[in-house]
C-alpha cells in the first residue's frame, strides 16, 4: 500500500481529492441532509476550516512570490529596453485572446441560443457596482506605499513597484549585483515552499469540494441547463482550440504536451476559483514544467493573473447572448462589435476590482441597452462555472507565457518537451529535509 502512494503522481492524488470530496458532498447532501452534527461538525466545521486554510496559504505566498520573482527577472534583463518590448508582446497577446474569446462566446451564443423560452421576468433586482474608468485603473497602477500594496495584495501597484526596484538592482553595479544575488536564493526558497505545499493539495482540493458540493443548488444548473451547458463548452473550446492553435502557429510547441503538463495547475485553479491564489502554482509550472524563463514568466503570469480574463469575457459573450434571447431583444451586428470592444476593453479597465466578473458584465449590458436586472438569474449557477472559467484564464496565461518566453529566446524547448521536467520538485520527501540541509 505505502510502495503504491509513493508511486501516485501529485496529479493523480489531487483528481483522487477532487472526485472523493465530490462523492462525499452528494452522499451527504442526499443522506445525511438534516442531520445537523454532521453539517455544524464536519461541513461547516472540518470541510470549511480546512478548505479556508488551504486558499489562505495558497495566498500567503502569491505577495513574496510575485515581488521576488518578479525583481529576480527585471534584474538579470541585459538591456531595459526589452522590458518593454516583453510588456507590449504580453498585452497584445491578452488583448487579442480576450477579443477572441468574446467573440466566440457571442457566435456560440447565437448558434444555440441558450435564452430562447426563458423566463427572466421573475428575476430580481441586481444591483452593478460602478467600475472605475480607465484612467483611475493607470493611476492606481502606482503605489503611494509599497509596503501597503502588499499588504492589501495589490497585484498591479506590486507588478509596478518590482520593475522598478528591478530596474534600479540593474543599475546600481556592485551593490546591485549583491543585492540580485540576494533575491536569486530567496526566489528558490519560495518556490520550495509551492512545492512543499503541492505536496497537501489533495487534502486542501477534497475539503474544497465536499463543501462545495454539499450545498450546491443543482436545481439552479438543471434550471438553467441551456446556458450552463453552451458556456461551459465555449470555455472548454477555447482551451482547447485557440490557446493550442496559438501555441503551435506562433510558437510551434506541441499543445499536446502543453495540455499534459497543465494539468496540476488547472485542477488548483478549478479548485480554487482564484487565478491570484493559483498564482504560485502557474509560476512552478510556468518555469519548472514548460520551460519559461523566469524573467518572462515572472511578469506574464501575475500580470494575466490580473487582467487577462478570457473565461470572464466568455461569460459575458454567452450571457449577453442568453439575455438579448429571454428578453426578446434582436442586437444588430454594430451591437455585437459594441459587446466585443467593451469587454475586451473592460478586462484592463477592471482589474483588480472585487466582483470584476459582474461589473463587466453590467457594463456590457449597458452598453448594448439589455435590463442589468438579467444578471440576478444567472447568478444561481454562477460558482461552478467561475470555476471553469479560472482554469481556463490560467490556461491562457500559461499558454501566452510559453509564446512570449519562445519569441524572446528565453524557452528551454528542450524542458518544454521533457514530460519528467519539474516532476521531482512536486515531491518533497519530508523525512529528507533535515539530513539534505
Given at each position: 500500500?505505502?510502495?503504491?502512494?509513493?508511486?501516485?503522481?501529485?496529479?493523480?492524488?489531487?483528481?483522487?481529492?477532487?472526485?472523493?470530496?465530490?462523492?462525499?458532498?452528494?452522499?451527504?447532501?442526499?443522506?445525511?441532509?438534516?442531520?445537523?452534527?454532521?453539517?455544524?461538525?464536519?461541513?461547516?466545521?472540518?470541510?470549511?476550516?480546512?478548505?479556508?486554510?488551504?486558499?489562505?496559504?495558497?495566498?500567503?505566498?502569491?505577495?513574496?512570490?510575485?515581488?521576488v520573482s518578479l525583481v529576480c527577472g527585471t534584474s538579470s534583463l541585459k538591456d531595459i529596453s526589452t522590458l518593454g518590448r516583453l510588456g507590449g508582446?504580453?498585452?497584445?497577446?491578452?488583448?487579442?485572446?480576450?477579443?477572441?474569446?468574446?467573440?466566440?462566446?457571442?457566435?456560440?451564443?447565437?448558434?444555440?441560443?441558450?435564452?430562447?423560452?426563458?423566463?427572466?421576468?421573475?428575476?430580481?433586482?441586481?444591483?452593478?457596482?460602478?467600475?472605475?474608468?480607465?484612467?483611475?485603473?493607470?493611476?492606481?497602477?502606482?503605489?503611494?506605499?509599497?509596503?501597503?500594496?502588499?499588504?492589501?495584495?495589490?497585484?498591479?501597484?506590486?507588478i509596478v513597484f518590482a520593475l522598478l526596484f528591478g530596474v534600479a538592482i540593474s543599475a546600481a553595479g556592485k551593490p546591485g549585483e549583491r543585492i540580485?544575488?540576494?533575491?536569486?536564493?530567496?526566489?528558490?526558497?519560495?518556490?520550495?515552499?509551492?512545492?512543499?505545499?503541492?505536496?497537501?493539495?489533495?487534502?486542501?482540493?477534497?475539503?474544497?469540494?465536499?463543501?462545495?458540493?454539499?450545498?450546491?443548488?443543482?436545481?439552479?444548473?438543471?434550471?438553467?441547463?441551456?446556458?450552463?451547458?453552451?458556456?461551459?463548452?465555449?470555455?472548454?473550446?477555447?482551451?482547447?482550440?485557440?490557446?493550442?492553435?496559438?501555441?503551435?502557429?506562433?510558437?510551434?510547441?506541441?499543445?499536446?504536451?502543453f495540455l499534459k503538463k497543465m494539468k496540476d495547475a488547472v485542477m488548483f485553479a478549478f479548485s480554487t476559483a482564484s487565478s491570484n491564489a493559483t498564482?504560485?502554482?502557474?509560476?512552478?509550472?510556468?518555469?519548472?514544467?514548460?520551460?519559461?524563463?523566469?524573467?518572462?514568466?515572472?511578469?506574464?503570469?501575475?500580470?494575466?493573473?490580473?487582467?487577462?480574463?478570457?473565461?470572464?469575457?466568455?461569460?459575458?459573450?454567452?450571457?449577453?447572448?442568453?439575455?438579448?434571447?429571454?428578453?426578446?431583444?434582436?442586437?444588430?451586428?454594430?451591437?455585437?462589435?459594441?459587446?466585443?470592444?467593451?469587454?475586451?476593453?473592460?478586462?484592463?479597465?477592471?482589474?483588480?476590482?472585487?466582483?470584476?466578473?459582474?461589473?463587466?458584465?453590467?457594463?456590457?449590458?449597458?452598453?448594448?441597452?439589455?435590463?442589468?436586472?438579467?444578471?440576478?438569474?444567472?447568478?444561481?449557477?454562477?460558482?461552478?462555472?467561475?470555476?471553469?472559467?479560472?482554469?481556463?484564464?490560467?490556461?491562457?496565461?500559461?499558454?501566452?507565457?510559453?509564446?512570449?518566453?519562445?519569441?524572446?529566446?528565453?524557452?528551454?524547448?528542450?524542458?518544454?518537451?521533457?514530460?519528467?521536467?519539474?516532476?521531482?520538485?512536486?515531491?518533497?520527501?519530508?523525512?529528507?529535509?533535515?539530513?539534505?540541509?
Amino acid at each position: 500500500m505505502d510502495t503504491k502512494k509513493k508511486k501516485m503522481s501529485l496529479t493523480g492524488r489531487v483528481i483522487l481529492g477532487m472526485v472523493m470530496g465530490i462523492i462525499t458532498g452528494f452522499i451527504i447532501r442526499s443522506v445525511f441532509s438534516d442531520v445537523a452534527f454532521i453539517h455544524d461538525y464536519l461541513v461547516n466545521g472540518l470541510f470549511d476550516v480546512g478548505g479556508k486554510i488551504f486558499i489562505a496559504s495558497l495566498k500567503m505566498l502569491v505577495v513574496p512570490l510575485v515581488f521576488v520573482s518578479l525583481v529576480c527577472g527585471t534584474s538579470s534583463l541585459k538591456d531595459i529596453s526589452t522590458l518593454g518590448r516583453l510588456g507590449g508582446k504580453t498585452l497584445l497577446f491578452y488583448l487579442v485572446t480576450t477579443a477572441v474569446a468574446i467573440s466566440l462566446a457571442l457566435g456560440m451564443g447565437e448558434l444555440f441560443q441558450p435564452g430562447a423560452g426563458a423566463d427572466l421576468t421573475a428575476a430580481t433586482s441586481f444591483a452593478a457596482k460602478e467600475a472605475p474608468s480607465l484612467g483611475d485603473v493607470i493611476i492606481g497602477m502606482f503605489p503611494t506605499n509599497p509596503i501597503n500594496s502588499m499588504a492589501e495584495g495589490n497585484t498591479l501597484q506590486i507588478i509596478v513597484f518590482a520593475l522598478l526596484f528591478g530596474v534600479a538592482i540593474s543599475a546600481a553595479g556592485k551593490p546591485g549585483e549583491r543585492i540580485a544575488a540576494i533575491f536569486t536564493d530567496l526566489n528558490e526558497v519560495i518556490m520550495k515552499l509551492v512545492a512543499l505545499l503541492m505536496n497537501i493539495a489533495p487534502y486542501g482540493v477534497f475539503f474544497l469540494m465536499a463543501k462545495l458540493f454539499t450545498g450546491l443548488e443543482l436545481g439552479a444548473i438543471l434550471k438553467l441547463m441551456n446556458y450552463f451547458f453552451v458556456l461551459a463548452g465555449t470555455l472548454i473550446l477555447h482551451a482547447l482550440v485557440t490557446y493550442t492553435s496559438m501555441l503551435k502557429v506562433l510558437a510551434g510547441l506541441s499543445p499536446i504536451t502543453f495540455l499534459k503538463k497543465m494539468k496540476d495547475a488547472v485542477m488548483f485553479a478549478f479548485s480554487t476559483a482564484s487565478s491570484n491564489a493559483t498564482i504560485p502554482v502557474t509560476m512552478e509550472t510556468a518555469t519548472h514544467r514548460l520551460g519559461a524563463d523566469n524573467k518572462v514568466a515572472s511578469f506574464t503570469v501575475p500580470l494575466g493573473a490580473t487582467i487577462n480574463m478570457d473565461g470572464t469575457a466568455i461569460m459575458q459573450g454567452v450571457a449577453t447572448a442568453f439575455i438579448a434571447q429571454a428578453y426578446n431583444i434582436d442586437l444588430s451586428m454594430s451591437d455585437y462589435l459594441a459587446v466585443i470592444m467593451t469587454a475586451t476593453l473592460a478586462s484592463i479597465g477592471t482589474a483588480g476590482v472585487p466582483g470584476v466578473g459582474l461589473i463587466m458584465l453590467a457594463m456590457v449590458l449597458n452598453q448594448v441597452g439589455l435590463p442589468v436586472e438579467g444578471i440576478a438569474l444567472i447568478m444561481g449557477v454562477d460558482r461552478l462555472l467561475d470555476m471553469i472559467r479560472t482554469a481556463v484564464n490560467i490556461t491562457g496565461d500559461s499558454a501566452v507565457t510559453c509564446i512570449v518566453a519562445k519569441s524572446e529566446g528565453a524557452l528551454n524547448v528542450d524542458k518544454f518537451n521533457d514530460m519528467q521536467a519539474g516532476a521531482k520538485e512536486e515531491h518533497v520527501d519530508f523525512h529528507a529535509i533535515k539530513s539534505n540541509s
